[in-house]
């Protein structure tokens, strides 16, 4: 029903930077919360960043406070994540989540990108 396609991964040296896209298509009535989470090596999901909707502040991990951003794009269904300052603890396939409904009669359901990897290495 929602299908979610992200880019934008890739190698970056340390101190770079890159910025992920999401974009949402399929049967979309409405999207709540955007965010992006990651999975490191050994290492278990954690949630990076998280756009609740209603212009409600944004909300970020310890590790990637004043170097990463997330934003969206509300006519384009599609959710940003510019990461600077990038280190090697950064190095992780990234997910997007979106809560979206399908209709105006269905709930909000969890949705999940297919995961990109940022890997950050001189």
């Known amino acids: 029903q929602v299908q979610l396609v992200e880019s934008g991964g890739g190698l970056v040296q340390p101190g770079g930077s890159l910025r992920l896209s999401c974009a949402a298509s399929?049967?979309?009535?409405?999207?709540?919360?955007m965010g992006w989470y990651r999975q490191g090596p050994g290492k278990k999901l954690e949630l990076v960043a998280s756009s609740p909707s209603g212009g409600t502040t944004n909300n970020y991990a310890d590790s990637v406070k004043g170097r990463f951003t997330i934003s969206r794009d509300n006519a384009k269904n599609t959710t940003y994540l510019q990461m600077n300052s990038l280190k090697p603890e950064d190095t992780a396939v990234y997910y997007c989540?979106?809560?979206?409904?399908?209709?105006?009669?269905?709930?909000?359901?969890?949705?999940w990108g297919q995961g990109t990897q940022v890997t950050v290495s001189s």
């Open positions: 989540n979106v809560k979206a409904s399908p209709t105006y009669y269905s709930s909000y359901e969890t949705y």
């Open positions: 399929g049967m979309i009535f409405s999207i709540n919360a």
